[in-house]
């Protein structure tokens, strides 16, 4: 066991090498990229500030309650991306056939298809946005264990985040019709960067339970601030290794029913 | 080695029926028979060849064999495994080369890619080394391997993806196409590569190809596949004698002779003074000659098998639907 962790350990970080390698050949797209990012950052940073210019409170949430989730957002957000790059080159991958290729060798196809393009372009943004939301926390009064919860509850939101990842790989497996699946998680995902409470009953109610964005991110910045009761932190756990076993069960599915290019 | 019984794949493909409110609410699939109850055996060190048009079912039953595809039914035993089950241990046996499709790292030189596999196969140091010079070396691609994928011409990737696919020295290799699209000159070296690899390292090699050439030059057993049934498995000698029923005469004439005593032989396919083709019956052939050598003068006389390539054409025209 300990063995076929330290092997896979050590593929995960050649294809993460092999990736630096290859965003190395190209200066210009590092800077544009980079820039990009950073502009779209500022930019709804400032809209908070504006926002809160004009009230105190939105649906519950002061000022810095809401800085402190929209950082929580963006890391989560670039940390997946980090991790989860290769997802978006996926559909290529199937519709070229050289997925076909990946499928042959020995190691589990997540290495490749899932974590096996490391971005190191989004590194950049995450450890400035980490340090930031670390500023940001410790000016609050936060107890040990209101911050031992946040964490957690942020790993959790890695967890249902990778299992959403996982059910795009799927679905490019089932059907190459669904042109750019990610981006339709990328653009439901960034309706959490604002709290929950923004939006309608119904709304809310679907990204707690459906499509569980709000747990994957409002859910930590509640936690921190001791809004969050028991329950919902159960049901938290509970919905991320449920979303997570649907998404590796769907994985399976699609592998079987998998056509192949050209077959 | 390999053992096929009764493989069946059923394809659901979507159709489209130009009514674009039909295409998107009340979409129409149809099941396509990819393979019907194929069975064949393949045992150690064997280089077959598959050989069907295109759509026959060629390389979905490499796909199954290799663990690709999930098959609809049927039994498949490779190495011992089932395919699609993916155990490490099955998957670091085989290999699959795909002509124009590639595993090599398109932006760094192939040589990342032959160090990812080393780790990925789990091969020490001495013997990656020795395989990698091994392969290099049959192919005289030994500056190859530094140079960015993406500098490389379609034959010398061909090359290098061969060498990515084979430094395990996988037991059974399976080859799509691997000469498709190749200049003359590649597709004799992929062919000597092949030739060469089987008999250093006893692997069993399954090579689809659309040139002849490739099967001819290196299976000595055949397996003829159309819309999914195997019309074939033998020898390639073996295909002449049961389905070749015509032969080739060819006479270089010593004088003219009267188109009424050439005639009776048959109408000739070619005839230019002084060549005359004809194309006869293989049961007349005894008569044939006989005729010649008594009514005709001639310089010279040539019979020739009817061409591999043509048998295996009229083979499927005779299973058109």
């Given amino acids: 066991m300990f063995k076929k962790i330290k092997r896979n350990l050590k593929i995960f970080l050649l294809f993460g090498y092999q990736s630096l390698k290859t965003t190395g050949q190209s200066r210009q797209a590092i800077f544009l990229f980079t820039l990009g990012k950073i502009l779209r950052f500022i930019f709804l940073f400032g ?42 080159r996926f559909r290529p991958q199937v ?10 060798k020995p190691y589990h196809p997540f290495l490749r298809v899932l974590v096996g393009g490391v971005d190191f372009l989004d590194l950049l ?3 400035p946005y980490f340090f930031l939301l670390l500023f940001f926390i410790f000016q609050e009064k936060i107890s040990f264990f209101s911050f031992f919860l946040y964490l957690t509850l942020v790993i959790n939101g890695l967890i249902i985040s990778t299992a959403f990842h996982i059910f795009v790989l799927a679905l490019g497996l089932l059907t190459t019709e669904v042109d750019n699946a990610i981006m339709i998680y990328r653009d439901i995902l960034n309706l959490g960067r604002f709290p929950i409470e923004i939006y309608q009953q119904i709304i809310s109610f679907i990204f707690t339970f459906i499509i569980p964005i709000g747990v994957m991110i409002t859910f930590p910045v509640k936690a921190l601030f001791n809004f969050l009761n028991f329950n919902n932190v159960v049901f938290a756990f509970f919905i991320s290794f449920l979303f997570l076993l649907l998404s590796i069960k769907f994985w399976q599915i699609g592998l079987k029913k998998y056509q192949s290019a050209g077959g | ?21 039909n295409d998107i609410f009340f979409r129409r699939y149809e099941n396509i028979l990819a393979l019907d109850k194929v069975s064949f055996e393949i045992s150690k060190n064997e280089l077959v060849g598959f050989i069907g048009p295109n759509g026959a079912g060629k390389t979905t039953t490499l796909k199954i064999l290799s663990g690709i595809l999930y098959p609809t039914s049927g039994k498949v035993s490779v190495l011992g495994f089932s395919p699609f089950e993916k155990k490490e241990a099955f998957l670091k046996q085989i290999s699959f080369v795909m002509g124009q499709r590639n595993q090599l790292i398109w932006d760094l030189p192939a040589i990342d ?27 005289s691609a030994e500056k190859l391997i530094q140079k960015p994928v993406k500098m490389l011409s ?31 000159f590649s597709q004799e070296a992929i062919r000597n590569f092949i030739k060469d690899y089987q008999k250093e390292f006893k692997a069993t090699i399954i090579l689809t190809s659309h040139y002849l050439e490739d099967v001819k ?27 070749s029923s ?4 060819s006479l270089i004439l010593e004088k003219e002779v009267k188109e009424e005593v050439l005639f009776k032989i048959g109408k000739p396919i070619a005839y230019q003074f002084p060549k005359v083709v004809f194309r006869i019956q293989k049961k007349d052939l005894p008569q044939v000659v006989a005729f010649i050598n008594d009514q005709i003068p001639y310089l010279d006389l040539a019979i020739e098998d009817e061409k591999i390539e043509e048998v295996i054409k009229n083979l499927f025209e005779n299973h058109k639907d």
């Fill in chain 2, 154 to 184: 379609l034959g010398e990737r061909m090359k290098m993806e061969f060498i990515a696919a084979l430094l395990h020295q996988p037991k059974i290799v399976f080859l799509d196409e691997p000469t498709i699209g190749l200049d003359i």
């Fill in chain 1, 95 to 104: 519709i070229s056939g050289n997925l076909d290729l990946i499928l042959v």
């Fill in chain 2, 217 to 243: 030059k290196l299976a000595k057993r055949l397996i003829i596949i159309n819309k999914g049934k195997i019309l074939y498995d033998g020898s390639l000698t073996t295909i002449l004698q049961k389905f």
């Fill in chain 2, 113 to 139: 890619t032959f160090l990812l596999n080393k780790e990925i196969y789990e091969l020490d140091e001495e013997k990656f080394k020795k395989n990698l010079q091994k392969l290099t070396a049959i192919f």
């Fill in chain 1, 125 to 127: 943004l995450l450890v």
């Fill in chain 2, 246 to 249: 015509l032969k080739y005469v």
């Fill in chain 2, 1 to 21: 080695m390999i053992s096929v019984k009764n493989l069946t794949k059923i394809y659901k493909v979507y159709r489209k029926t130009g009514n674009l409110i």
């Fill in chain 1, 47 to 88: 809209v908070i500030f504006l926002v809160f210019s004009k009230t105190k409170i939105i649906a519950g949430w002061s000022l810095k309650q809401v800085v402190i989730l929209y950082l929580t957002f963006n890391f989560i957000d670039t940390f997946s991306q980090l991790l989860y790059r290769e997802v978006y």
